[in-house]
């Protein structure tokens, strides 16, 4: 590329950002902003990744986080990814040391630039919402890796899952609009109809993550052995799916009935898999009470949002997103009782060390009930 071309491309960048920045993001300026992309890409063949890599290398050069303070946060619930909200790049930091410590890279014969453009483009995939969005996927992927760590799950999975859980947690909710299943059907959007009304979202990232990785400059999974490659999409396709809430029920049902799990069968660790992802996927609610409560703020933020957009639109809303109907407090204690509870006994049964979250559940649960009790906000 040309270096007349590289600035205009940055100069395009940095507009993009202060405009995310300033909160002036319509739909009339989604839609521009995805032609540009697409041209970029159709042009040069780039997409948002390299053109960071263009200008900004400090997540590569970075060495303010060594071995043992990488170590540190990755295996504690006692973090929150927020803490790095203006140097995020320290996240692809800490997601790139995942795959090395898990001796993925090695094991897979990653390119280590193809792994870097691979976190770039996919943190560039993530909306800067709310909740859904890059800093919810760290916060996924490191509930997984400290699954495989802390609670050693991956003593019973071989390398092959690891990377798939990985994969999974960090592409489930890539390109998030912010709104649920429910509003993209009942608003007759391209995506739903797309989809046939069925696992909208899901589908949906389970494209976004494919699209990504078939992007050359992108494709961790290039050294894999035809069985490996065709075995790591399924798994991935199956633990991004089983994120979808409402199949949340069944997947609990067949869960509860398996007696034990036949750790030489693919379709048994793929159910496993898809439970670490799912419990992953809910996993602020193990976390430190102060650290949970922020993210139960941000996703009701969203809630709030889409409820306000349906009453504008005349579509129906749910209670439990609806400020006049619902607080923070009774949302989060249904939750944990009837969902995240649930999950988490079933995989505590398999893996004894996971008692830990369920601990910190209840303990957080007891904090809802208080506040909801009061009927103030904690002090």
Request: proline share 4%; hydrophobic share 35%; glycine share 4%.
């Amino acid at each position: 590329m040309e270096e007349p071309d590289k600035l205009r491309i940055l100069s395009k960048l940095q507009q993009l950002q202060e405009e995310w920045a300033s909160g002036r993001k319509t739909e009339s300026y989604i839609t521009q902003e995805t032609a540009f992309w697409a041209a970029i890409d159709q042009e040069y063949a780039l997409g948002p990744s390299q053109l960071h890599l263009l200008e900004d290398k400090r997540w590569i050069e970075d060495k303010s986080l060594d071995k043992s303070k990488k170590k540190e946060i990755l295996e504690t619930l006692d973090f929150d990814p927020y803490i790095y909200e203006n140097e995020d790049h320290k996240l692809l930091i800490l997601s790139y040391e995942m795959f090395d410590t898990l001796g993925l890279i090695e094991r897979f014969k990653i390119p280590r630039s193809t792994l870097q453009n691979f976190l770039l483009q996919l943190a560039c995939s993530y909306r800067r919402i709310p909740f859904h969005n890059f800093f919810h996927s760290f916060n996924v992927t490191q509930s997984v890796y400290y699954f495989l760590t802390v609670c050693n799950t991956k003593s019973q999975l071989g390398q092959l899952e690891q990377f798939a859980l990985i994969l999974s947690a960090l592409c489930h909710d890539i390109d998030h609009p912010g709104l649920n299943n429910t509003f993209l059907s009942n608003a007759k959007t391209a995506l739903g109809s797309l989809y046939n009304d069925f696992s909208v979202l899901e589908q949906h990232h389970c494209f976004k993550t494919f699209e990504t990785l078939n992007k050359p400059e992108c494709n961790v999974l290039v050294n894999l052995s035809s069985a490996d490659g065709a075995q790591i999409r399924k798994y991935i396709a199956s633990c991004i799916l089983a994120t979808d809430l409402s199949v949340h029920g069944p997947y609990l049902t067949q869960l509860k009935q398996m007696q034990a799990v036949d750790w030489n069968s693919t379709s048994d660790k793929e159910l496993i898999m898809c439970g670490l992802v799912k419990c992953a996927d809910i996993s602020n609610e193990i976390r430190p009470s102060q650290i949970g409560r922020r993210w139960a703020q941000r996703v009701m933020t969203e809630f709030f949002a889409q409820s306000s957009l349906e009453k504008e639109k005349g579509l129906p809303v749910a209670p439990h997103m609806d400020p006049t109907k619902t607080t923070t407090a009774t949302g989060q204690i249904g939750f944990i009782t009837y969902l995240c509870l649930p999950l988490f006994n079933e995989l505590t049964r398999i893996f004894p060390s996971m008692k830990v979250c369920c601990d910190q559940m209840i303990e957080n649960r007891a904090n809802w009930e208080r506040e909801r009790l009061q009927k103030v906000p904690p002090s």
